[in-house]
């Protein structure tokens, strides 16, 4: 924190104060609905008639308590505050965030809360399920880091992306779960009763880079965008192979033999489960945009579409056992930039900071809840075992990394440099989903082991793992994230070399990036924004309503702005020239920037849930001015 926005003692301690408080809330409220079971008023059964059993009158009370009435939104209000009290005492804890990580912070309270229920219920205290975790908490992250995705970097290493999240989650996947499945083999771990087929389908969910960790750890460190796009968007998309790797071997494992056929299904299952996925989120992104193209009389539903639109293409790919976390990215970088041209400037601020919120929330909620799950009878401990596990989850992870790269460096124009390598194994994370997933399995005598394996491993990655990476890379001194914002001229410049080499690869007939770029710049201006943007929005360039409003200004005056048509004569009404304000000079540089051609090779700042740095053009409207908007570029 700056030194302007120095702690109170007062605040930090009121912090401290309610946690506890809200500690003995949630046991009271625990105890409360373990003890009293809400009556059942009839049978609802096929044949005999319903009857209802004859009840005692009662009198009327002056004062009662019915807390099965409001148990189920009292017990989730109590645990979003406790969250949320949680997240703020963290921020306003002086230094600890510059040495840990929130996550870590936020899975200690977790232990500190399920401890507290544990000891005073002496049961273990309530789960984080794997059907909350991936149809409540999952879809408002990934939702979150889609809508705000650096597009244009995305889209430069979505080749390097997916060579690390397809092959190297598989390489991961093989390579732990043999490894294992040979050491329970061969060594006197009394392990020799796992099957190749458990081990594999250990090694799958193991595998898993979870993207809230990730996220969580990356985006406080602040490295450079290349590595930040290529961790998070691996995280982001071997969920994907991970799900249908589990699902995969899970199958194989009720079966009495496994085939060819069976493995070339599986197969088969893993490139219909991203291509579907892709193509649910493709369409429900083009029908928010299509659906926000007629709410021009009904704007304050806008932000609305988006969210239901979104959350329903995860549900559809779920439904259809698609990639949900595929389909819901694909609809966010769909429909942003034909929503946003639809809504108004109030809408697009509601989007920004709900989304923020939300996710934040959620990711909060779920660190707390594996701290409390971790508290729990269904423990069983293997020294072997558990070590074994985190030495080759930390060896097949920089192994991969280091040959994947070897091979997609030769592909690269700018190369993946060995600092940049060491940090992608490095970071690793894995956290919500590998926890999730264990508790599927289905009952043998060794799943106590997994989920205590997989518990060991979550802590031991967002610990150790989360709160060395960045004494890691202030050590070895990777290249950080580029604070000031390139210039006007750089982008000019940036820009002109792209018209350049699109003209080039036309004259030499070849279709490179470029021309593909151009080539979909040009059906999305003569199609796409046609029919999916209103007709109002469709207006002339930016550049030349800025030109035209310098031009009125001086004329008429800074007071003029946002007028219509002044009736004062220009000679009676011309003050003289006043220079930009420093607020206006940044506008319209935004303005300039996003109306030259796009970028191929910008390094554009990614999101971040934790900071939201003001925006000019969409955060706050100056004093005298409308808010400026974006529009299509000049053509």
């Not at 979870?210 to 985006?219: G, I, K, M, R, Y």
């Not at 085939?259 to 193509?279: E, F, I, M, T, W």
């Not at 940090?423 to 205590?452: E, M, N």
């Amino acid at each position: 924190l700056p030194s302007s926005c120095a702690v109170p003692g007062p605040v930090s301690v009121s912090t401290a104060a309610m946690l506890p408080l809200l500690c003995c809330l949630l046991q009271a409220a625990l105890a409360v609905s373990s003890e009293q079971r809400p009556p059942v008023p009839y049978s609802n059964t096929s044949g005999p008639p319903l009857t209802t059993t004859h009840r005692e009158p009662r009198r009327p009370w002056v004062f009662s308590v019915d807390y099965h009435h409001v148990q189920a939104p009292f017990e989730i209000g109590l645990w979003i505050m406790l969250a949320s009290l949680a997240k703020l005492g963290f921020h306003w804890s002086g230094r600890v965030p510059a040495v840990v990580p929130e996550s870590c912070l936020l899975i200690m309270v977790g232990l500190l809360v399920g401890g507290v229920i544990y000891s005073v219920r002496h049961e273990a205290p309530p789960l984080l399920s794997a059907e909350a975790f991936f149809l409540y908490l999952l879809p408002p992250i990934v939702l979150d880091a889609g809508y705000f995705l650096p597009i244009r970097l995305f889209f430069e290493n979505l080749g390097t992306i997916l060579w690390y999240a397809v092959l190297g989650t598989l390489w991961n996947a093989l390579g732990i779960g043999l490894s294992l499945y040979g050491v329970c083999q061969a060594g006197p771990w009394g392990l020799g009763d796992l099957s190749v087929l458990q081990s594999l389908l250990f090694g799958s969910l193991i595998a898993a880079v979870d993207p809230v960790a990730v996220l969580s750890v990356f985006e406080e460190i602040h490295v450079n965008e290349q590595l930040h796009i290529l961790v998070f968007g691996e995280s982001l998309l071997n969920d994907a192979v991970t799900v249908v790797l589990y699902k995969l071997f899970e199958s194989f494992l009720r079966l009495p033999s496994v085939s060819g056929a069976d493995v070339a299904a599986g197969v088969c299952q893993l490139l219909l489960v991203g291509l579907g996925g892709l193509c649910v989120g493709l369409a429900f992104g083009l029908m928010a945009a299509l659906t926000t193209r007629c709410t021009a009389r009904v704007q304050v539903i806008a932000p609305l579409f988006v969210f239901l639109y979104s959350y329903l293409s995860y549900l559809t790919s779920e439904m259809f056992r698609l990639s949900g976390i595929v389909a819901i990215v694909t609809c966010a970088v769909t429909m942003k930039q034909y929503v946003e041209a639809n809504m108004s400037q109030k809408s697009h601020t509601t989007i920004k900071y709900f989304l923020k919120m939300w996710s934040s929330v959620s990711e909060t909620l779920i660190f707390i809840f594996l701290g409390v799950s971790t508290i729990q009878d269904a423990h069983m401990w293997s020294w072997a075992f558990v070590s074994f596990t985190l030495f080759f989850c930390l060896f097949w992870r920089a192994l991969g990394v280091l040959f994947l790269t070897a091979l997609v460096n030769r592909l690269r124009r700018n190369p993946v440099t060995f600092k940049d390598q060491f940090i992608i194994a490095y970071g690793g994370l894995r956290g919500a989903i590998c926890f999730s997933l264990v508790f599927l399995i289905d009952d043998f005598p060794k799943k106590r082991l997994f989920i205590t394996t997989t518990i060991v491993v979550i802590l031991f990655t967002v610990f150790v793992q989360g709160m060395t990476i960045k004494p890691l890379v202030e050590l070895l001194e990777v290249k950080r994230r580029k604070k000031a914002p390139p210039t006007v001229s750089e982008e000019i410049h940036i820009r002109l070399l792209d018209h350049l080499l699109v003209g080039i690869e036309d004259i030499t007939a070849q279709w490179g990036q470029n021309y593909w770029k151009d080539r979909f710049e040009q059906f999305n201006k003569k199609y796409l924004r046609r029919y999916l943007i209103r007709a109002d929005k469709q207006a002339q360039s930016s550049i030349v309503q800025v030109y035209q409003r310098l031009e009125k200004r001086d004329i008429l005056g800074p007071d003029a702005e946002g007028l219509g048509e002044s009736t004062v004569p220009p000679k009676e009404a011309a003050p003289p020239s006043q220079p930009l304000r420093p607020e206006e000079v940044e506008s319209f540089r935004k303005l300039l920037s996003r109306n030259l051609h796009s970028i191929s090779r910008k390094q554009t700042q990614t999101y971040s849930r934790h900071t939201l740095h003001p925006d000019v053009t969409t955060d706050r409207d100056l004093p005298g001015r409308p808010a400026l908007r974006r529009h299509c570029s000049l053509g």
